[in-house]
């Protein structure tokens, strides 16, 4: 697929996605949205990928779904064409993915990066749900989402008055993983994912499944879940290569099988 709303280049076992409507602070649009989809479904069915990187300009990484374009929306066609369904898509990608954000993260662009495994963020950032002063509401995950990374006292004020975190304090509430000086952000994910990237894809894939079960399941089950999928890695080809590695003091060379 050729895209126009989004950039999408192959640097290594990396993917790196950039937002790329500059001129509306990359609001995110149903183009970017269908995009979003068809890249992250590329992704997966690519077997040299190990890790997304996704990613804005320097002053925006999303300042929201597109407000023009919603403006004449109504409930019924809202309903009937399932708006936003798409996105968890992009959320149910398969491959590790990162949020390298810089600037604005609001409304959609904050819940787009919630949907990434974790975030880093430049200290330029700013992150909030704005969506109350324009007399709605988070629609992409954003009330659920921020819930779960930053608790309800501190997603609750968020939502209800759109007030913005800047990186310290995103970084303080958990939001964010790390905090980098701006120039240090996009080099600093490409080298993380591309760590990511370098180790097994099924145990690194299996890792994603196992945290992210952590917020849908009650503890025991996802200790038990943990536990069977911590067994699976023993039938890996890698699983037997980087444990021989450590015993013969070399570095692992993984097959991703
Ligand atoms: C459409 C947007 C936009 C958006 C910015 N632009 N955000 N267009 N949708 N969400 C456009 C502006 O209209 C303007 O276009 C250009 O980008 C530059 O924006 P400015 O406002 O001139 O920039 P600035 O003064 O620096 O202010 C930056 C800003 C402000 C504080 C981020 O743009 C802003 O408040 N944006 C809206 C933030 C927001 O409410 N997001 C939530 C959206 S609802 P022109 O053509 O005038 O130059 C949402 C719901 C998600 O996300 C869940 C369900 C879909």
Excluded at 85 to 108: E, F, N, Q, S, T
Excluded at 207 to 222: C, N, S, W
Aim: proline share 4%; with cysteine; glycine share 8%.
């Amino acid at each position: 697929m050729a895209y126009e709303m989004i950039l999408l280049e192959r640097r290594g076992g990396v993917a790196l996605i950039t937002l790329n409507r500059p001129k509306v602070l990359n609001a995110l649009s149903h183009q970017t949205m269908t995009e979003m989809a068809a890249a992250t479904a590329e992704i997966d069915a690519d077997d040299t990928i190990g890790c997304v990187v996704l990613t804005g300009n320097d002053k925006a990484f999303a300042a929201g779904a597109d407000i023009k374009e919603m403006i004449e929306l109504g409930f019924v066609d809202a309903y009937f064409g399932d708006h936003l369904a798409l996105w968890d898509r992009v959320a149910a990608c398969r491959k590790p993915m990162i949020a390298a954000v810089a600037g604005y993260a609001l409304g959609g662009g904050c819940e787009l990066a919630m949907m990434c495994d974790f975030i880093l963020a430049a200290d330029n950032a700013r992150f909030g749900q704005p969506e109350v002063a324009i007399g709605t509401m988070p629609g992409m995950g954003g009330s659920q989402r921020l819930a779960r990374f930053v608790g309800k006292s501190k997603a609750m004020e968020m939502c209800l008055t759109g007030r913005q975190m800047d990186a310290a304090e995103a970084e303080r509430a958990g939001l964010v993983s790390r905090v980098l000086p701006l120039a240090e952000l996009l080099p600093e994910a490409l080298r993380t994912a591309e760590k990511i990237a370098s180790l097994s894809r099924p145990a690194v894939m299996l890792i994603k499944e196992a945290v992210d079960r952590a917020f849908d399941t009650p503890l025991d089950v996802g200790i038990r879940f943990e536990r069977r999928v911590f067994h699976a890695t023993f039938a890996t080809e890698d699983r037997k290569e980087g444990m021989t590695a450590f015993v013969e003091k070399r570095p692992p060379v993984f097959c991703h099988r």
